[in-house]
T-cell receptor
Framework: SQTIHQWPATLVQPVGSPLSLECTVE??????LYWYRQAAGRGLQLLFY??????ISSEVPQNLSASRPQDRQFILSSKKLLLSDSGFYLC???????????FGPGTRLTVT | RKEVEQDPGPFNVPEGATVAFNCTYS??????FFWYRQDCRKEPKLLMS???SGNEDGRFTAQLNRASQYISLLIRDSKLSDSATYLC???????????FGKGTKLSVKP
């Protein structure tokens, strides 16, 4: 069966510091991968998605970036965090060509 | 019009009650529809897909009305463990991107 991992689970970072969140999927090959953010009281916002290694599409312009160095690894980064970057960051995967997405446990980020 | 709209609730119901959630979507080209469940401070989990003919999974029934661009979820015989936020989800972007509603909060009381 497939599993998806994210770390860290929680993170408190000062404004202007860098960020690196990691997501890995096990038990499947060539998945589509997604990064979402859920701010307090708001819906899920798609940030990035990837259909393969090195292929990243951005949905929302911002100071975040994503990379996919390996088939089942997806990384969300920032060089300098803003207060508005606080939120619940969720990684998800789907089979290629399938719309059903499965989420990791998320990282709760607080920027102070 | 928002892409996916849901009544935010909260719906406060007693155990054993039947409760229905509604959702409307704006993109008439959408082809895939889902209900996800999200517990407090947890990740969303796929509850069920919604098919054109309607589908049932135990106490849960989902229906789709393409003409009205309307999706519903019915929960029968509510349990305390059904307390959560229910997200209506529709595909609407490229590459299979999903659009999530903000969710309807359900609280089942003893």
């Amino acid at each position: 069966s497939q599993t998806i991992h994210q770390w860290p689970a929680t993170l408190v970072q000062p404004v202007g510091s860098p960020l690196s969140l990691e997501c890995t999927v096990e038990g499947t090959s060539n998945p589509n991968l997604y990064w979402y953010r859920q701010a307090a009281g708001r819906g899920l916002q798609l940030l990035f998605y990837s259909v393969g290694i090195g292929q990243i599409s951005s949905e929302v312009p911002q100071n975040l970036s994503a990379s996919r160095p390996q088939d089942r690894q997806f990384i969300l980064s920032s060089k300098k965090l803003l207060l508005s970057d606080s939120g619940f960051y969720l990684c998800a995967w789907s089979h290629s060509g399938n719309y059903e997405q499965y989420f990791g446990p998320g990282t709760r980020l607080t920027v102070t | 019009r928002k892409e996916v709209e849901q009544d935010p609730g909260p719906f406060n119901v007693p155990e054993g009650a039947t409760v229905a959630f509604n959702c409307t979507y704006s993109n008439s080209a959408s082809q895939s529809f889902f209900w996800y469940r999200q517990d407090c401070r947890k990740e969303p989990k796929l509850l069920m897909s919604v098919y054109s003919s309607g589908n049932e999974d135990g106490r849960f029934t989902a229906q789709l009305n393409r003409a009205s661009q309307y999706i519903s979820l019915l929960i029968r015989d509510s349990k305390l463990s059904d307390s959560a936020t229910y997200l209506c989800v529709v595909n609407g972007g490229s590459q299979g991107n999903l659009i999530f509603g903000k969710g309807t909060k359900l609280s089942v009381k003893p």
